[in-house]
């Protein structure tokens, strides 16, 4: 018997909005970039594609010329803004400690991706 199934009463049956829209819309791609990467049109620019309030976008304001450290940007700002997402998620009507210790996991995952100088892969 797996222990660590869950029952259906177990699972969270709602989840909050803005966690549904932050990892629905997670993992931008193109290709031969790493995730959420933006490469500029008509130039070798590129920009992180992050988070904000309800939706993912290029960040204008931070054009780098190496994919690779663009990446890296997207990763440290994406752990910062999941840590904040499950602060507030902690303290909602909505809590439930093992969906919250699913996002932990995998933002601790994330952040050995940033400490290892990995590419994360979504």
């Known amino acids: 018997m797996n222990h660590h199934a869950y029952q259906i009463e177990e699972v969270p049956q709602i989840v909050p909005e803005y966690i549904n829209e932050f990892f629905g819309e997670m993992?931008?791609?193109?290709?031969?970039?790493?995730?959420?990467?933006?490469?500029?049109p008509f130039e070798p620019i590129y920009f992180p594609v992050c988070f904000y309030g309800k939706t993912w976008q290029p960040m204008w304001n931070r054009p780098f010329t190496d994919p690779h450290a663009c990446h890296k940007y997207?990763?440290?700002?994406?752990?910062?803004?999941?840590?904040?997402?499950?602060?507030?998620?902690?303290?909602?009507?909505?809590?439930?400690?093992?969906?919250?210790?699913?996002i932990r996991l995998w933002t601790e995952e994330l952040e050995r991706d940033i400490k290892s100088g990995?590419?994360?892969?979504?």
């Open 74 to 102: 997207w990763q440290e700002h994406t752990a910062l803004t999941i840590r904040v997402i499950l602060q507030h998620y902690s303290l909602s009507d909505l809590y439930h400690g093992e969906f919250a210790k699913g």
């Open 27 to 40: 993992g931008y791609q193109e290709d031969g970039l790493p995730v959420s990467v933006y490469e500029a």
């Open 118 to 122: 990995r590419e994360t892969v979504l």
